[in-house]
């Protein structure tokens, strides 16, 4: 309760720019932050919002409807990788490889 308390008046102080580079560092660069182990990615669309998270994809509707699809091959990353988050992926010769890893590592999790 005391640690929660003295969390929320944190909260209200003036941030600087040194504390936003700070914690960007710690969660690009730590060896345990999901953005250094995991492939995420996520775009807003008029009617949803579109997360990826290593190879499932959730579309998150506005009436609060879910879609999750497991992605189970590298093309299928791929694809929605270009598609719906429109990336350029074509320098990336080696990226099939990699992306191949993330789908045989997770089973959606």
């Not at 060896?31 to 996520?42: D, E, M, R, W, Y």
């Not at 694809?79 to 590592?105: I, K, M, S, T, W």
Request: glycine share 2%; aromatic share 10%.
């Amino acid at each position: 309760m005391y640690n929660s308390f003295i969390l929320a008046i944190s909260a209200l102080n003036e941030q600087q720019i040194p504390d936003y580079e700070v914690s960007n560092w710690y969660v690009s660069t730590h060896p345990n932050s999901l953005f250094v182990t995991s492939l995420i990615a996520a775009k807003p669309a008029l009617h949803c919002r579109y997360a990826l998270r290593n190879n499932q994809l959730t579309v998150h509707y506005l009436d609060g409807r879910l879609e999750r699809h497991i992605l189970s091959k590298a093309a299928e990353l791929r694809a929605v990788l270009e598609d719906v988050f429109c990336l350029n992926l074509e320098a990336l010769p080696d990226l099939n490889r990699a992306l191949q890893q993330v789908v045989e590592g997770f089973d959606g999790k």
